[in-house]
């Protein structure tokens, strides 16, 4: 039976290395992913993960559990605000770490871990791919555009030379159609579909 966090955690407090490597294969795939959709930058991703850690072996008393004994949730949120803070630090806009001017609810920290370990993410890109091929050639350059190189709006539209109103319906209208072919199967919330579309961002990475 594996042990739960809250005793791996004990255990890192009196230097246990072995408990601290069990933690740390537990959840660092998925810390990794989750922080560098965000970042879509490999160093960065990588530095704030090694900091994580080191604070984890030196201090494992402010990782907080839950009433199950998991730190899933408290990991990907505490993560979740260091990014917002390393974009704060850099002066940067935390805003542009999405693409929320067309997705207009963001997904709960706690949903990432989840939806990895529920979904078949390799058949969902699939999906999404069966419905690019179906939509107009300028809703395919959005999506391309606005969802995997993550450009802006205005950028967008002065590359694809229309309107900001009109990026805004295209991308609307494929991500519809997206949501229409996903969720008779998977009976997926908005959020499954926001996920799918920020892990598809960081699709040319190989975890």
């Known amino acids: 039976m594996s042990k739960t ?16 490597s069990l933690l740390y294969n537990r959840y660092y795939e998925g810390l990794y992913k989750m922080v560098f959709v965000r970042t879509k930058n490999k160093y960065s991703t990588e530095e704030l993960l090694q900091n994580l850690w080191l604070k984890v072996f030196e201090n494992p008393e402010f990782v907080q ?3 199950e004994e998991s730190a899933r949730k408290y990991l990907f949120r505490y993560m979740h605000f260091r990014v917002i803070d ?19 609810d963001d997904i ?5 871990f989840e939806i ?38 205005k950028e967008t539209a ?6 900001d109103k009109t990026v805004h319906n295209k991308l609307s209208s494929v991500l519809t159609k997206i949501r229409s ?11 499954l579909l926001y996920l799918l579309i920020y892990i ?3 699709a040319v990475v190989n975890f």
């Open 5 to 20: 966090d809250l005793v791996l955690l004990k255990k890192i407090r009196t230097g246990d290395q072995n408990a601290f």
């Open 65 to 67: 559990v839950d009433d």
């Open 86 to 104: 390393s974009f704060k630090a850099e002066n940067s806009n935390p805003e542009n770490l999405d693409i929320s001017e067309d997705l207009a």
């Open 108 to 112: 709960s920290v706690s949903e990432y």
């Open 116 to 153: 990895f370990e529920e979904n078949d993410i390799q058949e969902l890109f699939s999906m999404i791919t069966e419905v690019l091929y179906d939509v107009t050639d300028t809703e395919q350059k959005v999506y391309d555009l606005r969802i995997r190189q993550n450009k802006t709006v």
């Open 158 to 163: 002065q590359i694809l030379g229309i309107s």
């Open 181 to 191: 072919k996903v969720e008779p199967k998977y009976k997926s919330s908005k959020n």
């Open 200 to 202: 598809e961002a960081a």
